[in-house]
């Protein structure tokens, strides 16, 4: 079995910051994904990679960045964060990349921007 | 336009009752449906998932009916128990690409 592991489990922000979420999986998966979840909502596609330093942009790209530096790490940035602003990350991988495959995903950075 | 719907944001049932949660889709080249199980505090796992050339799959108390022709599918959760209580979230995808498209998810109360 393997583990995904984000850090932090928790991030308060400041309006303006920027902000950076680290996403570890030791299960060799190729593709790497963020999600953000708000409350009531589905999981909504920030980026994707499907291979290191690969990127994709998701539904919901604007106002973050991304890095795939290796293999098994898969950074997220949010570049200014938002007032009044909270959700959680999350960050998922899979074996090959196709939509098929089962995602496995960590438990979650829980943003919140004072 | 949303891809997947989830028609109810809260379901309460009893203990040992049915829970029925309903998904519709609207892109007719999808077709691998998982729905998958999130707890309070944890990501979401994969729970069940079904092809569109079947039309039901069963894992234990957990049954998918899917309806092609329709473009809807549910899950059926047999004899409930307080333990499956959590959202539960309909997803869809298709074969060419790495997309996978997720409803907003229904949380499913199971009263003792």
């Known amino acids: 079995g393997g583990i995904i592991t984000q850090t932090p489990k928790f991030l308060i922000g400041q309006e303006g910051q920027k902000l950076t979420l680290k996403c570890q999986q030791n299960?060799?998966?190729?593709?790497m994904y963020w999600y953000r979840q708000d409350s009531g909502k589905g999981l909504r596609l920030i980026y994707y990679s499907i291979t290191e330093n690969d990127l994709q942009k998701g539904d919901l790209s604007e106002g973050y960045d991304a890095s795939r530096e290796k293999k098994s790490s898969f950074s997220l940035t949010v570049t200014s964060a938002q007032k009044n602003e909270m959700a959680v990350f999350l960050c998922?991988?899979?074996?090959?990349?196709?939509?098929?495959?089962?995602?496995?995903f960590g438990h979650g950075t829980k943003l919140s921007v004072l | 336009q949303q891809q997947v719907r989830q028609s109810s944001q809260s379901l309460t049932v009893w203990e040992g009752e049915t829970a029925i949660l309903n998904c519709s889709y609207e892109n007719s080249a999808f077709d691998y449906f998982p729905w998958y199980q999130q707890f309070p505090g944890e990501g979401p796992a994969l729970l069940i998932a079904?092809?569109?050339?079947?039309d039901k799959k069963e894992d234990g108390r957990f049954t998918i009916f899917f309806n092609k022709r329709e473009k809807n599918l549910s899950l059926h959760i047999k004899d409930s128990q307080p333990g499956d209580s959590a959202t539960y979230f309909c997803?869809?995808?298709?074969?060419?690409?790495?997309?996978?498209?997720f409803g907003d998810g229904t949380q499913l109360v199971v009263k003792p």
């Open positions: 079904i092809r569109s050339v079947s």
């Open positions: 997803a869809a995808s298709e074969n060419s690409n790495n997309r996978i498209f």
């Open positions: 299960f060799n998966h190729d593709t």
């Open positions: 998922a991988s899979s074996i090959v990349g196709g939509s098929n495959e089962r995602l496995f």
